[in-house]
């Protein structure tokens, strides 16, 4: 059964432990699949407090997992990911990353064919996801709202600042298009899908378990903005065996939406800041500089550092932006 959500490692080494796959997270409680069943677990304090090695579970975490019988099973472990998506949290002072998704073949992020659409969003994603270790798909959803002239377009549009990235355009109401994604909609394969509230998620979920798995709700036509139907990640199972990780849509969270939203998308790059000597570092002559020494060291790609300052320089033209103009970085 573990195998059927995707797990593919052997036994765990922990005595008296399961591998198990989080399938559902609300604060300190997860729903989990094992071998022996479905449970509700917590984390067992002593396995992740005070050691910042041990990262806490989230939707899509193959975990080992104490199995009780008789009620709440006990987490001792996080398994090490294969694939994350991360964004920063713009509600933290502090710029923390927050995990959306984890544990997937393969990302898709969907955008409507309404005003949802641009091809900056579509940019700013790609460079994050970019980092997931996992290929990414962008999907325009939508496709029966426009006619046939627009969706040459907007697939020539999102083609050409989508690099080698496949671009389909589908529609969850008629099903045109559902079949380009038959080849990652496999048995014991995680597809993770994300972007704006409204943009067709849930729906397509349901489209492909041709169930209502998910609920979903009418947008505000007049605005194309979406309520929020979603509210937590969920990995479910279709009855073809594969599995999805939806997520909830992340307008007002700032990221893709918001113009200035790059550091959302570039939280990998901007969490490296926090760790420069100088706190006013410009990332160009100065010493300490955790930028320079990821560049260095291969840890940071030279390609996705400037891809954000490129991104800077359009944004905002700001202090990095001038750097870079007069700066070149070498690995
Ligand atoms: N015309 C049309 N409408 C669609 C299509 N897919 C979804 N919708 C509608 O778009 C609205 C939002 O769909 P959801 O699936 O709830 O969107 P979501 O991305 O899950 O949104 P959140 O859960 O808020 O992040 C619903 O009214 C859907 O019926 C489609 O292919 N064509
Ligand atoms: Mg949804
Ligand atoms: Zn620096």
């Known amino acids: 059964m573990i195998a059927d959500y995707g797990y593919t490692g052997g036994p765990v080494a922990i005595p008296g432990a399961v591998p198990a796959r989080v399938v559902a997270a609300y604060g300190d409680y997860y729903r989990v699949v094992c071998d022996e069943g479905e449970c509700i677990a917590r984390k067992k304090a002593g396995a992740y407090h005070n050691r910042p090695d041990a990262i806490p579970p989230t939707t899509g975490d193959f975990v080992a997992l104490k199995w009780n019988p008789h009620g709440e099973g006990r ?9 994350q998506f991360d964004r920063l949290d713009p509600s933290s002072k502090r710029r923390q990353a927050q995990t959306i998704a984890v544990n997937f073949d393969t990302l898709f992020f969907l955008m409507s064919l309404n005003q949802n659409f641009s091809v900056r969003r579509l940019e700013r994603f790609l460079a994050a ?44 109401l008629t099903g045109a298009g559902l079949d380009q994604l038959a080849p990652y909609v496999q048995p014991r394969r995680t597809l993770a899908f994300i972007g704006s509230s409204g943009v067709g998620k849930s729906s397509l979920v349901n489209a492909l378990a ?11 036509e007049w605005d194309s903005k979406g309520r929020h139907t979603t509210t937590e990640r969920e990995l479910v199972r279709l009855s073809s065996g594969a599995l999805v990780i939806d997520t909830p849509g992340m307008r007002e969270l700032g990221l893709w939406d918001a113009d200035a939203g790059v550091s959302d998308a570039f939280a ?33 790609d030279v390609a996705r550092w400037e891809a954000y300052l490129r991104l800077k320089v359009e944004l905002a033209g700001g202090e990095i932006a001038r750097a870079a103009s007069t700066h070149r970085y070498r690995k």
């Open 75 to 83: 987490i001792v472990a996080t398994l090490p990911r294969t694939s």
């Open 129 to 172: 996801g970019a980092v997931s270790g996992a290929p990414v798909v962008a999907v325009l959803t939508k496709s029966d709202l426009v006619d046939e002239k627009e969706l040459a377009d907007y697939l020539a549009q999102a083609r050409a600042h989508a690099g080698d990235v496949e671009v389909v355009a589908i529609s969850s």
């Open 210 to 220: 041709g169930e209502e798995l998910m609920p979903t709700l009418e947008i505000r």
């Open 268 to 300: 990998d790059v901007e969490v490296l800041f926090a760790r420069c000597r100088f706190s006013d570092c410009r990332h160009d002559t100065e010493p300490g500089c955790a930028v320079k020494a990821a560049l260095a060291d291969g840890t940071l």
